[in-house]
């Protein structure tokens, strides 16, 4: 790429600020278009020699499809010159945990690692400190991945369901989106799968790169659970006791950050120790406070029916949880009857625009009530809850009815929470 050439970053959030600096620094002559300065932004590209398209920017716009010669990204332009092995992660959910899990893991054994993509830092923002020595852990979304030319060193696909139904037309095109993570792989290249998701095992056609699997219910050969051991390439390399994180769903995020390490030459004992010192994200099931006895607990970042399934069976205890938010067009069945299943779920505390569909998925009105937004669940909860149970924000949908994003939730249900010391 030509130090005389004219780049228009388009999009100037936190990866266009990232571009911005990096190219800028490097001698190149840039234009930032945002839409939010200006709506008809992106209407004459024909200026420019070199677009960079910011992930949220749909790929399928018309004005973008004109300008696929001239297309380039951060996601793109990193690949190009980072001079490391690249560790990627995708899939519908358990991105960060995985990604940051194996990060912190490769942190701890010694190696000069790098979160970045989605998580961490823009990856831009590192490069140039980069060396052949070092590893790169990138998160990797749909939106990064559907217009990649290339595939990581490593590639991990964890549970593919669906997601983004609001932006990709289908599920099929939701899956393909996300292909290329393995179909540029070499033959020295490896393709780390969940073998329990037909979705990810469906990736086992693309690519040369090997293919390895983990399951947290068959025995596979590349990681598995047999009993309470944690299984990698046919050694323990721990046991779930030694799982810091809570959730028996957490371990298909373990298994395959376990298993990219030990590709990598990890040893054994510095898994153990990563796992046990690492307790997981904000906002991922996420502990934030005891009140009069009853334990209150922030997984705002779920925003799919089966991530909520999943925090649902993560508990034992007496449980009121909090679900609802903005449409993303997501199947609420399995979630409706997981509901009703849950022996331990006393009461489901509805909010936001999707509230009406979530209560027919549960078709049991003793189930559920519409308390319409979060400090409505609490002047409920005020009433209700009692100590030894648990309150479970874990809404199964998007933010974006009532807030800016999924942290911005978040931290209004800590607020609420941490309001409650002041009116007891």
């Not at 990810?200 to 009993?227: C, M, Q, W």
């Not at 974006?400 to 010391?421: A, H, I, P, S």
Request: include cysteine; charged fraction near 25%.
């Amino acid at each position: 790429m030509g130090k005389n050439l004219h780049i228009a970053i388009l999009g100037h959030g936190i990866e266009g600020k990232s571009a911005e600096a990096y190219l800028k620094k490097h001698g190149y002559k840039v234009t930032v278009l945002d839409e939010k300065d200006d709506p008809a932004a992106f209407k004459d590209l024909t200026p420019f020699d070199t677009i960079f398209r910011s992930p949220g920017i749909r790929f399928d716009r018309p004005e973008i499809q004109a300008s696929l010669s001239r297309l380039n990204s951060v996601t793109r332009y990193f690949f190009e010159h980072c001079p490391c092995p690249i560790i990627g992660v995708t899939g519908t959910k358990g991105k960060g945990t995985t990604s940051t899990l194996l990060y912190k893991i490769l942190k701890n054994e010694g190696h000069r690692a790098h979160l970045g993509g989605n998580i961490g830092d823009p990856p831009l923002d590192f490069l140039d400190d980069l060396t052949q020595e070092s590893l790169v852990v990138l998160e990797l979304s749909s939106f990064q991945l559907e217009d990649l030319p290339q595939s990581p060193h490593i590639a991990i696909v964890l549970n593919t369901t669906s997601d983004h139904l609001d932006y990709h037309p289908s599920v099929e095109a939701y899956h393909d989106a996300k292909k290329s993570i393995v179909s540029h792989q070499l033959a020295e290249d490896f393709a780390i799968l969940n073998g329990d998701y037909e979705g990810s095992r469906a990736f086992a056609k693309l690519g040369a790169g090997e293919k390895l699997y983990y399951s947290t219910i068959d025995p596979v050969e590349g990681a598995h659970l047999d009993n309470d051991k944690i299984i990698v390439l046919s050694k323990q390399v721990a046991t779930t006791k030694d799982v810091a994180l809570r959730g028996a769903h957490n371990l298909e995020n373990v298994l395959p950050a376990a298993l990219a390490a030990t590709l990598l030459n990890v040893k054994p004992q510095t898994i153990k120790k990563t796992l046990r010192e690492f307790t997981g994200l904000p906002h991922r099931l996420e502990f934030v406070a005891t009140h009069q006895g009853v334990q209150y607990f922030n997984d705002s970042f779920s925003t799919t029916p089966e991530t909520s399934i999943a925090a649902i069976k993560a508990f034992q205890e007496p449980l009121y949880l909090i679900a609802g938010g903005s449409e993303k067009h997501s199947d609420f069945t399995d979630w409706g009857r997981a509901v009703v299943t849950a022996k331990n779920l006393k009461k489901v505390l509805l909010i936001g625009q999707t509230a009406t569909r979530l209560a027919s998925s549960i078709n049991d009105p003793d189930k559920f009530i519409h308390v319409h937004s979060l400090q409505g669940a609490f002047a409920y909860l005020k009433k209700h809850a009692r100590p030894d149970e648990v309150v479970l924000l874990s809404p199964a949908c998007a933010s974006l009815d009532q807030f800016e994003n999924y942290k911005v939730r978040g931290e209004t249900f800590r607020q609420l929470v941490k309001n409650l010391d002041k009116t007891a």
